[in-house]
């Protein structure tokens, strides 16, 4: 134990004086928070190729219902699954939204006919003739666009109908009657773990948790980079020569850059909080479970120092590291949703994105900080980078155990 202790206590020292990889750990994500919060605060990109995953439950089985059905059908940006309302259930419902099943879900109302007609300011929102559930991690320009065609069909919807109930054929509509047939009420709603909120996700909620993933993958920098000089100096040599396991040289440098992680976690957060705010954009909101944060935190710590050592172990020089670990930590993030958000990736890309340990870490990110989850939900995310980290290590214990003390 006494020379467990004394590894770690090397390992400090060493990492102390790499002062310009502490400088990338820590400077770097909390400039990347920066920029793109404030450049994303409005609005992402638009693509051309938006699919956009919606179920519909229709209580009202009434013509009209079926006939705005037939119009939303037509719309190729969107992709309905009718849900019967025998089966619908807003637990299955925030189940759906957290494994991005569907992006919305539309309640078409009992009396969907009679509400539609009496659209005006005076009705209460449990009046509505429709009601939107919507994911946490919708953001505002999707939410928009489908809102906006949503509310667009029912207008055109709700125009033919009542010119349709006109026996007048010289029938033209008065400035009254063409305002009272544009006005449609539609009841929207964040749908998070704990209930409903009508509070809209922001730039901010995904540019933090993304870039601290980012962040903590890239521990590979200076991680590897002492594990070769110290390789090139004979250290191993020596330590191998007191009989020093593989398996202890290397589990000794997870636990102090674990809590430099965890340093960079906590800042990471503090600069949504205050600094983005200061700086006109929007302020991240605290996590929904201080348990949970520390858990997928931790996990994904753990995941990203073990691929780290992984790397580590590959290279034979400092050069090699850098691109190695660089082009990975890329790849990971360009896939798992880090540099470009998973809804707006075409939906084959989507189901890829499921392979880069950096999505597990943003996912159960999101849980914490946009879906007000519990510390149960972020268990499936922690367990995969777990599973992920073991691997690495064991990959890359078996493979230093092989080279000696080369």
């Known amino acids: 134990m006494n020379r467990f202790l004394a590894l770690i206590k090397k390992e400090i020292v060493v990492l102390s004086k790499d002062l310009h990889g502490l400088f990338v750990l820590f400077v770097m994500p909390a400039i990347f928070i920066l920029i793109m919060s404030l450049a994303m605060q409005d609005s992402f990109d638009e693509h051309s190729n938006v699919s956009i995953e919606y179920a519909l439950v229709d209580n009202s089985n009434s013509a009209l219902s079926q ?6 059908k037509l719309i190729s940006a969107l992709n309905m699954q009718e849900i019967k309302q025998d089966q619908f259930n807003t637990n299955q419902l925030k189940h759906d939204f957290s494994q991005d099943t569907f992006k919305f879900a539309l309640i078409l109302e009992k009396d969907f006919s009679q509400q539609l007609f009496q659209g005006n300011a005076e009705q ?3 009046d ?6 919507i994911a946490p991690t919708v953001k505002p320009n999707l939410r928009r ?5 949503l509310r667009s069909e029912l207008i055109r919807l709700k125009i033919a109908a009542t010119l349709a109930q006109s026996d007048d054929e010289e029938f033209a509509p008065s400035m009254d009657a063409v305002e009272k047939m544009s006005k449609v009420d539609i009841n929207q709603a964040y749908l998070y773990q704990d209930g409903m909120q009508q509070e809209n996700p922001t730039a901010v909620q995904q540019s933090v948790p993304a870039w601290l993933v980012f962040a903590m993958f890239f521990v590979v920098v200076p991680l590897s980079t002492a594990f070769i000089i110290e390789r090139q100096q004979g250290t191993f040599l020596r330590l191998r020569m007191m009989n020093v396991y593989p398996t202890s040289l290397l589990s000794a440098k997870i636990v102090p850059y674990y809590f430099v992680n965890q340093i960079q976690m906590l800042l990471m957060v503090l600069v949504g909080m205050f600094i983005v705010p200061m700086l006109g954009g929007n302020s991240l909101n605290g996590p929904s479970s201080i348990l949970g944060l520390a858990i997928i935190s931790s996990a994904t710590s753990i995941a990203a120092i073990c691929f780290a050592l992984f790397i580590s172990v590959f290279a034979k020089t400092t050069i090699q590291a850098t691109t190695l670990g660089g082009i990975s930590n890329i790849i990971f993030g360009a896939l798992g949703g880090i540099m470009v958000p998973k ?5 084959y890309m989507q189901e890829i994105a499921t392979v880069s340990p950096m999505s597990w870490g943003l996912e159960g990110f ?4 946009l879906r007000n989850a519990d510390w149960t939900s972020v268990i499936p995310e922690s367990t995969s980078l777990l599973i992920f980290a073991i691997i690495c290590l064991g990959i890359a214990t078996t493979i230093f155990n092989r080279q000696g003390v080369s």
């Open 366 to 369: 999101l849980d914490v900080f």
């Open 67 to 72: 006939q705005l059905k037939d119009q939303l």
């Open 124 to 126: 209460n929102e449990q």
């Open 343 to 347: 809804f707006i990736m075409p939906t």
């Open 128 to 133: 509505s003739a429709i009601k939107v559930y």
């Open 145 to 149: 666009f489908f809102s906006a065609t």
